[in-house]
């Protein structure tokens, strides 16, 4: 067999030796984008389409491509081969427009918004109407105001109205419309942007308002804010497509999530909140490289240094690159000056590769960096280390430490009474510590199965199969809730449904968790075989 690497090493001197051939070119441009060897497939795309600008499918691979790679050129030949052919996907004005933005071509800016308007991103069209005329130095505000029918629109014209209204000088009402939003709890973005528009209006005050906090970043980023900034369209349209990009998390969403992002990027590339939310996108992609040369040109000292770091960290996770992930955040954990986040991090990454006691050290060292102001969620996380590593005894205070600081967060109650629980140990309060954790999160799957166990180790089995049916029914492929309806099933007599819950536990069982069912699902419930 071939592999793609060989494939890719051959494929530069193919594209030199042959440009004019555009089939070679494409194959050899879809061996390079299959091997990630983005820069290469986008040189190969572009010589493919330069010779055959009519083929759809190098056109559309191409822009795709092109928005990867961050090569504009690219971008804008694929797009003007899609308009002449007709295939040009909705999204494309999206990239249009910031194009001309940054170009301050106010006239094709004005044309993306009618291609927009005709298309699903037109929840878009009020705000980036608005910030147009605000370019050309007309009244933003009555562009601003979306349909009633359609909340989309309203929401990214609120945003985009408290920040034009700062850009008009409208002071006060621009702070008590930031204060309406989200009531009073808009997200980090518009505050941060709107603490640069009162600071180039010469309102600094407004930036400690806006961004408090002792923070070492925050106050990191109040200081590179004083210096202000001045609206204009690429500033607004950067800052709208952000904010999008953000809220778009699923996968099918993700192209349009990269676009809008690289397009902000394009805009204000000297941003380096978006910098990183580019690296994010290209890593969730697979981009590895290209996003870990995004988060690591953020310099050590700039404001968004520790998101950065924390975005490598993830990339570098979900390219399956564990022991390097672990190997930076042990250097940064042990730096002079590093505190409680970078110890804490450096135990996420410990407790995910499996690495509970010295996941646990590390959530000891956030805790005692933390000089006595550790929050819950911290004694959880080390309580939860060391009783996954069968140090329950050290556990236990621990774990009853984060319910004291935090008596009404689910997630504390449920872990320290399910474990006392599967114990059997304290059930009484166990039960009551979960049946509180369930009051507080009635739809949390594991939270259910959690108070459906409980009551099954107090003998309760009636009480328990129901919770511990609608545990399944939210999450059917998870093997510890389907074992422990199959195990209470048993124990109210209904045998052929246990069997069947313990055979859905079985597939996904690891080994020994799989053949213990299968023993259920041949001979019946004993001890031997009651959910571990």
Same mark, same amino acid.
């Given at each position: 067999?071939i592999?793609?690497?060989?494939v890719?090493?051959a494929?530069?001197?193919?594209?030199?030796?042959?440009p004019?051939d555009?089939?070679t070119?494409?194959?050899?441009?879809?061996?390079a984008?299959?091997?990630?060897a983005?820069?290469?497939?986008?040189?190969?795309?572009?010589l493919?389409l330069?010779?055959?600008?009519g083929?759809?499918t190098?056109a559309f691979?191409a822009?795709?491509?092109?928005?990867?790679?961050g090569d504009l050129?690219l971008?804008?030949?694929?797009?003007?081969?899609?308009?002449?052919?007709?295939?040009?996907?909705?999204d494309v004005?999206?990239?249009?427009?910031?194009?001309?933005a940054?170009?301050?071509?106010?006239?094709?800016?004005?044309?993306?918004?009618?291609r927009m308007?005709?298309?699903?991103?037109?929840?878009l069209v009020?705000?980036?109407?608005?910030?147009?005329?605000?370019?050309?130095?007309?009244?933003?505000?009555?562009?601003?105001?979306?349909?009633?029918?359609?909340?989309i629109a309203?929401?990214?014209s609120?945003?985009?109205?408290?920040?034009?209204?700062i850009?008009?000088?409208?002071?006060?009402?621009?702070?008590?419309?930031i204060a309406?939003?989200?009531?009073?709890?808009?997200?980090?973005g518009?505050?941060?942007?709107?603490a640069?528009?009162?600071?180039?209006?010469?309102?600094?005050?407004?930036?400690?308002?806006?961004?408090?906090g002792?923070?070492?970043?925050v106050a990191?980023?109040?200081?590179?804010?004083g210096?202000?900034?001045?609206?204009?369209?690429?500033?607004?349209?950067?800052?709208?497509?952000?904010r999008?990009?953000?809220?778009?998390?699923?996968?099918?969403?993700l192209p349009?999530?990269?676009l809008?992002?690289?397009?902000?990027?394009?805009?204000?590339?000297?941003d380096?909140?978006?910098?990183?939310?580019?690296?994010?996108?290209?890593?969730r992609?697979?981009s590895?490289?290209?996003a870990?040369?995004?988060?690591?040109?953020?310099?050590?000292?700039?404001p968004f240094?520790?998101m950065?770091?924390?975005?490598e960290?993830?990339?570098?996770t979900?390219?399956?690159?564990?022991?390097?992930a672990i190997?930076?955040?042990?250097?940064?954990?042990?730096?002079k000056?590093?505190?409680?986040?970078e110890?804490?991090? $450096? /135990? &996420?990454? @410990?407790? +995910?590769? !499996?690495?509970n006691?010295? %996941?646990?050290? *590390?959530? #000891?060292s =956030?805790?005692?960096?933390?000089?006595g102001?550790?929050?819950?969620?911290?004694y959880l996380?080390?309580?939860?280390?060391?009783?996954?590593?069968?140090?329950?005894?050290?556990?236990?205070?621990?774990?009853?430490?984060?319910?004291?600081?935090a008596?009404?967060q689910?997630?504390?109650?449920?872990?320290?009474?399910?474990?006392q629980?599967?114990?059997?140990?304290?059930?009484?309060?166990a039960?009551?510590?979960?049946?509180?954790?369930?009051?507080?999160?009635?739809?949390?799957?594991?939270?259910?199965?959690?108070?459906?166990?409980?009551?099954?180790?107090?003998?309760?089995?009636?009480r328990a199969?129901?919770?511990?049916?609608r545990?399944?029914?939210?999450?059917?492929?998870?093997?510890e809730?389907n074992?422990h $309806? /199959? &195990?209470a @099933?048993? +124990?109210v !007599?209904?045998?052929?449904? %246990?069997?069947? *819950?313990? #055979?859905a =536990?079985?597939?996904?069982?690891?080994?020994?968790?799989a053949?213990?069912?299968?023993?259920?699902?041949?001979?019946?419930?004993?001890?031997?075989?009651?959910?571990q």
């Open positions: 067999m592999s793609a690497v060989a890719t090493l494929v530069q001197p193919a594209l030199a030796r042959d004019a555009p089939l070119a494409y194959v050899k441009a879809r061996a984008d299959a091997d990630g983005g820069a290469l497939a986008a040189q190969g795309y572009a493919a330069a010779a055959t600008p083929a759809e190098v691979r822009y795709r491509q092109g928005i990867e790679a050129e971008i804008r030949q694929s797009v003007r081969a899609m308009d002449t052919a007709g295939t040009a996907p909705a004005s999206v990239f249009q427009f910031a194009d001309a940054r170009a301050r071509n106010l006239p094709a800016a004005e044309a993306a918004i009618v308007r005709k298309g699903p991103l037109d929840f009020p705000s980036l109407s608005a910030w147009l005329a605000f370019e050309r130095g007309g009244d933003p505000f009555p562009l601003l105001e979306a349909p009633a029918d359609n909340p309203r929401r990214y609120m945003e985009t109205r408290a920040l034009l209204l850009a008009a000088g409208r002071h006060t009402e621009a702070e008590a419309a309406v939003i989200e009531g009073g709890q808009a997200n980090i518009l505050r941060v942007a709107a640069r528009l009162f600071a180039g209006a010469g309102k600094r005050a407004m930036i400690g308002a806006l961004l408090p002792r923070d070492r970043s990191r980023l109040r200081s590179e804010i210096r202000g900034q001045r609206a204009n369209i690429a500033f607004g349209t950067a800052r709208l497509y952000s999008l990009a953000t809220d778009l998390t699923a996968e099918s969403t349009l999530a990269l809008l992002a690289r397009s902000a990027s394009m805009l204000v590339p000297e380096d909140a978006i910098t990183v939310q580019l690296a994010g996108l290209l890593g992609i697979g590895t490289d290209r870990l040369g995004l988060v690591r040109s953020v310099e050590e000292k700039a240094a520790a950065a770091r924390q975005a960290l993830r990339i570098l979900e390219a399956e690159r564990e022991a390097d190997s930076i955040a042990e250097q940064a954990s042990a730096a000056g590093a505190g409680p986040m110890a804490q991090q $450096l /135990g &996420d990454l @410990l407790s +995910q590769a !499996g690495r006691e010295a %996941a646990a050290a *590390a959530y #000891a =956030a805790i005692q960096r933390s000089a102001d550790a929050g819950w969620a911290l996380q080390r309580g939860g280390a060391l009783e996954r590593s069968g140090q329950w005894e050290l556990a236990l205070p621990l774990l009853e430490r984060a319910v004291e600081l008596p009404d689910p997630h504390a109650l449920n872990y320290l009474g399910y474990a629980a599967e114990r059997g140990e304290n059930l009484a309060e039960q009551g510590l979960l049946e509180r954790a369930s009051k507080l999160a009635p739809e949390d799957a594991a939270i259910t199965d959690s108070l459906g166990w409980a009551y099954y180790m107090n003998g309760a089995f009636d199969v129901p919770l511990l049916q545990a399944a029914e939210a999450e059917p492929g998870d093997v809730i074992e $309806l /199959g &195990d @099933l048993w +124990q !007599g209904r045998r052929f449904e %246990a069997r069947y *819950a313990w #055979a =536990a079985r597939v996904y069982a690891e080994a020994d968790d053949a213990r069912l299968g023993d259920k699902i041949a001979t019946g419930l004993a001890a031997a075989t009651t959910a």
